[in-house]
């Protein structure tokens, strides 16, 4: 207990005391945490987060150790500066911490973010040699043919990056990387032969280069002889996750910045809004509303060009305007009014004077002087009593047509 097989936790412990006090048949033993923590600090006992994999391959490595004891054989011909190890990782780039110091009073208030959760992931490539001399550039294998972030104005990708739908490695990125990361990088330090040191994963293929040998470890066992996977992965992990913490401290102030701009605007726009309220409840209930009552001056003026007369207008009643102080109308005022309704022109002009034809009469002087003059509809044309038609004679069954009288026929020609 408390290795590989099963975890020694705090529920673990629980349940093996309460299980040994009804062996020695103890009565009232609760197994409390507290009487459990006592425990463990008395042996100097410690709760540690586990990690890695190797726990469960011991029966692996086991088996695999006389393969093993060949490839150390076969790496013992080389320098160390020429045994290199290369594998991959995933990294969840945009991935925040869960966990944040509070104060006591809100411990149970405390929330986090979607950020925490991020599953927005790449695969790095790592490779260096056993010395820790050498370190080829990290590959980057993306989701994305072109990512958003390296498209030009901006600078390009400073690492070698390469595409894939599920952003994992296969044979075929294997082999890119292996020709134009691998090998020129290798040979630009040393031109001596090398030893390339890789896991037994299925994209990992045979490649042939001079002067570049791959050696692929037995399977299960890399947690345990893969040398990257001893600490070299985990601090790379722990130096970006420190990066990405300075970044998001940087962008604070820009963010806070842009918060107090966009209140100091609001604020303004309210400010301006009462200013105008405030105006306009100053002034005098006859000259509140001048600027709209000039508005519908315009729009009557302009509706009336190209009547008669219309020039001759000499006031347009649009009635009251409301003080923006009085109380809002009733919902069966408003309903009342839900239809505007027309203003009333009074039209005050004098009937021009033609020579050679008679003046106006008494009754055109009060037709003209009506605001709605009712135009009579023209009567409607009588309707044609229904007459009956003429009805043919009907000629007897076998009786022959008369004869026509010099192509005149139906009596045509009786008047001859």
């Not at 306009?280 to 003026?301: K, L, N, Y």
């Not at 009085?326 to 005022?333: E, F, M, T, Y």
Request: include cysteine; hydrophobic fraction near 40%.
């Amino acid at each position: 207990m408390g290795g590989a097989d099963l975890p020694m936790t705090m529920a673990v412990l629980e349940t093996r005391a309460l299980e040994i006090a009804a062996d020695l048949v103890v009565e009232g033993f609760l197994g409390s945490p507290g009487f459990i923590q006592r425990w463990a600090a008395r042996h100097q006992l410690k709760s540690v987060k586990l990690w890695g994999q190797a726990g469960s391959e011991a029966a692996a490595v086991r088996q695999v150790e006389q393969r093993m004891s060949q490839i150390r054989a076969e790496l013992a011909t080389y320098d160390p500066e020429h045994i290199y190890n290369m594998d991959e990782t995933g990294l969840q780039y945009r991935c925040l911490p869960s966990r944040s110091y509070i104060a006591a009073g809100r411990r149970r208030r405390a929330r986090g973010s979607k950020a925490m959760k991020s599953k927005d992931r790449l695969t790095l490539v790592l490779a260096c040699n056993s010395t820790g001399s050498h370190k080829l550039s990290v590959a980057i294998i993306g989701s994305a043919v072109f990512p958003q972030c390296f498209k030009p104005p901006r600078n390009r990708c400073p690492l070698s990056y390469f595409s894939r739908k599920s952003a994992w490695m296969d044979a075929v990125v294997y082999e890119q990387w292996f020709n134009t990361v691998c090998v020129p990088g290798v040979r630009a330090r040393t031109s001596s032969p090398v030893i390339l040191i890789v896991d037994n994963c299925g994209a990992h293929t045979a490649l042939e280069c001079d002067g570049v040998t791959i050696c692929p470890l037995p399977p299960n066992v890399t947690s345990v002889h893969q040398p990257l996977d001893a600490g070299i992965i985990a601090c790379l992990k722990r130096r970006y996750k420190k990066h990405l913490i300075l970044l998001v401290l940087q962008a604070f102030p820009e963010k806070q910045r842009r918060q107090e701009l966009a209140a100091a605007s609001a604020d303004t726009a309210a400010a301006t809004s009462t200013v105008g309220d405030a105006t306009d409840a100053a002034r005098p209930p006859d000259t509140q509303a001048v600027g709209m009552r000039e508005a519908i001056m315009r729009t009557a003026g302009s509706l009336l060009v190209g009547l008669p007369s219309a020039s001759l207008i000499c006031t347009i009643e649009t009635g009251p305007f409301p003080s923006p102080l009085a109380p809002p109308p009733s919902a069966l005022q408003v309903a009342a009014s839900s239809t505007p309704a027309l203003p009333t022109m009074e039209l005050n002009c004098t009937p021009p004077d033609v020579g050679g034809l008679p003046g106006p009469t008494a009754a055109d002087l009060a037709l003209a002087a009506r605001s709605n003059v009712w135009v009579e509809p023209l009567p409607c044309p009588p309707s044609t009593p229904n007459v009956p038609t003429r009805q043919r004679p009907q000629r007897p069954r076998g009786t022959p047509p008369p004869s026509p009288v010099l192509g005149v026929r139906d009596g045509a020609a009786e008047h001859l």
